[in-house]
């Protein structure tokens, strides 16, 4: 079937084995499939999987089809002729799927098909607001339901920081290369490179759940990845992007145990399996944490293109590994 076909001729590019077209013609191309509803939702990173898939084409030896392949349903017949099947969470109506659906997507997942679910992990106290991402490690309550049903025998389970997700195209963090930072462009200001290393991003890494299927990850769900990946038809990437950080500082302890907010507090799962109280202004902002450990920390936001391009160079690594992971796992 053509999904083999796929597959042999990615694996023999992404492991630098002969070339088995020098110049493979279009329909030879790897397509993504992403399933898009209806022609009128409301898509807030329409440019994000084309220019991830331009990188791909730039960076590496696999060659894939910049044009994603659209589907409206699930049963559609030209999802079992790609390998890689990708659903931006957020650009759903909702993730309510026909008996239908369900079966071809067992049957699909089953027969070698890949799975990437991006914002498939969002922290309850997010709300409504998906300007923001928390890494709950966790999937979202829609996406255990729908996969209860589908493969009610499997979970969903964290992706450690040492897993080979994280090494199987890029590893660790983007430096100045990757940033293609000018001589006179402010560097990533020390106290969020800090955070970010120490962490947010700890060795490059993001959180993920997988969904385990035939002795592999058929299945990935993440925080939302596809913020990072777009760039405008001057290369320029777009949207911008801040990051949210948590600092400290002499006295917070005692001050934000009696400080007044208007919104509401959440327990956040962490990956250690401990967590964390979060307290929030209204529309779902977090302003201040209570950690485990019993220390007080708020919430800063830090914005500017140095900042921004640091994003979006890590979410680009980020989705680059997922779409080789694909391929060869």
Partial sequence: MRLAVYLFIALAASFGLPDLQAAPPA????????????????RRYPD???????????????????????????????????????????????LEFSDGE?????????????????????????????GHSYAAWEERPEVKELFANIFPEKVFVPLQRDHELFRSFYKGLPDNKDLKIQANQKKLPETVLSFVEREKWPQGTYSFVGLRIKERIAVLASPICAMGWG??????????????????????NEKLKLASFKGGTYEVKREDGLKDILYSEPGQRPLWVQE??????????????????????????IGANVLMFALTN
């Fill in 27 to 42: 329909r030879d191309a790897i397509r993504i499939v992403q399933l898009l509803r209806s022609d009128n939702v409301l």
């Fill in 48 to 94: 994000a999987l084309p220019s991830l898939l331009r990188h791909m084409n730039e960076e590496t030896t696999a060659k894939f089809d910049t044009d994603p392949l659209f589907i409206q349903s699930l049963e559609d017949e030209q999802l079992l002729q790609n390998p890689i099947l990708y659903i931006n969470c957020d650009e759903q109506p909702n």
């Fill in 102 to 130: 369900k079966q071809a997507l067992r049957e699909y997942l089953e027969r070698g098909g890949f799975l990437y679910l991006d914002a498939g992990i969002k922290a309850s106290f997010l709300g409504s607001d998906l």
């Fill in 231 to 252: 760039k405008d038809e001057f290369g320029a990437w777009i949207p911008p992007i801040s990051f949210r950080i948590r600092e400290s500082s002499e006295g917070f």
């Fill in 292 to 317: 485990p450990t019993g220390k007080w920390r708020i919430f800063k936001y830090y914005s500017g293109e140095e900042i921004s391009n640091f994003a979006h160079a890590f979410y680009t690594r």
